[in-house]
Every structure is written in C-alpha cells, then in structure tokens.
C-alpha cells in the first residue's frame, strides 16, 4: 500500500477556520499522509457567485503554514476555465503526484455530499478516490468534527462591514486581509 493522499478544493474566498478545522480533524481520523489544498480558479458550481480575491493562495499559505502534512497546490488556478476536481485528480496522477498503490481520499463537507453526482464525471471521480465527509451540522454522517458554523460569503459581508472577524479567521490570514485591504 502507498500513502493515504487527502485532496481538499474549494473557492477558500476566504480560506476561515471551519476549512481548517475540517482538514485537521480529517487528516488525523484518517491518518493521512498529506492533504493537498487546491484553490478552484472558477467553482462551476457557483459561476454566478465571482471569486472576489486573487489574494486567496497567499491567504491560504498563511492558513495553513503551521498545519503539518497540508500542501497548497494553484493547478487550478493555472487552468482557464472552471476548475473540475475530476481534471484535478488526472493531473495529480499524471505528474505522479499520486502514484499507482496511493490511496486518494475527496475531503468534503457534508454540505457537498449531496450534489456530488451532479460533479463533472462524478461515476469515475468516484472510482479514483474515496470520499471523507466530515459532519458540520447536527445529521448522520462519516465522521463527526467540531461544529463550525461558518461561510466565507459571512465573512466577506463581516469584512466589507468592517466588523470583526478574528473569531472566524486564522489571525495572520485576518492581518493579511485587512494589510490588503481585501473585501472592502
């Protein structure tokens, strides 16, 4: 057997402790070897919902720098066009990021457990790697995690009303957010 290889995807607009708490709590359930982060370029399930920071791989390297066995990849970011996890996990094989006796594991809120099979090619996504679904609501599911009950679109409304929102970011992301002057 290979390693226990962990992908986590997401518009991160901006990357809040729920993301975070969720990685964790996974990563160590499971005992995964690495979980690869990866930033959509465009989330074609929210193409009306435009991504409003370009800041938001630094936000997640700031995120996730002390989390160990966490890597931020940007192949999204790179590719024009929606951002599709199947392409992803091609890509990731095909640069032999993830080798033929590595076990690949989708990392998923419980929240988008349900419109998975309407996912781009969701039958063979499946058949490359396994879901992990971490609970965040009171309901049946995988794994259970502390119960986080934040959204980055909270966030930004907090942000462009200049509340505070330490309680709800990891501190150096909330600095670089307000050093940059982001969601204003």
């Known amino acids: 057997m290979g390693r226990k290889i962990g992908l986590f995807g997401g518009s991160f607009d901006p990357v809040h402790l729920g993301h975070v708490a969720l990685v964790v ?7 995964l070897d690495i979980v690869y982060i990866v930033p959509a370029s465009i989330n074609p ?4 919902s435009p991504i409003t920071s370009r800041h938001r791989l630094q936000m997640l390297k700031k995120a996730f720098l002390s989390v160990p066995k966490c890597q ?3 192949l999204e970011l790179k590719r024009k066009g929606p951002s599709y996890t199947i392409d ?6 095909k640069k032999g990021m993830v ?3 590595d076990a690949l594991f989708l990392l998923l809120g419980e929240d988008q457990l349900e419109g998975l ?3 781009k090619e969701h039958k063979q996504l499946m058949a490359l790697c396994t879901p992990l679904v971490a609970r965040r609501k009171a309901a049946h ?3 259970d995690m502390p ?3 934040i959204s980055s679109t909270v966030v930004r409304k907090r942000l462009k009303k200049k509340q505070y929102c330490g309680h709800l970011l990891p501190k150096d992301v909330y600095n670089y957010i307000l050093k940059q002057k982001l969601y204003e």
């Open 25 to 31: 709590h996974l990563l160590e359930a499971h005992q």
């Open 45 to 48: 399930h929210k193409i009306n």
């Open 72 to 74: 931020i990849l940007d």
């Open 88 to 93: 992803t996990v091609l890509e990731l094989k």
């Open 99 to 101: 080798g033929p006796k």
């Open 117 to 119: 099979n309407t996912w």
């Open 141 to 143: 599911s995988i794994v």
């Open 147 to 149: 119960y986080f009950d």
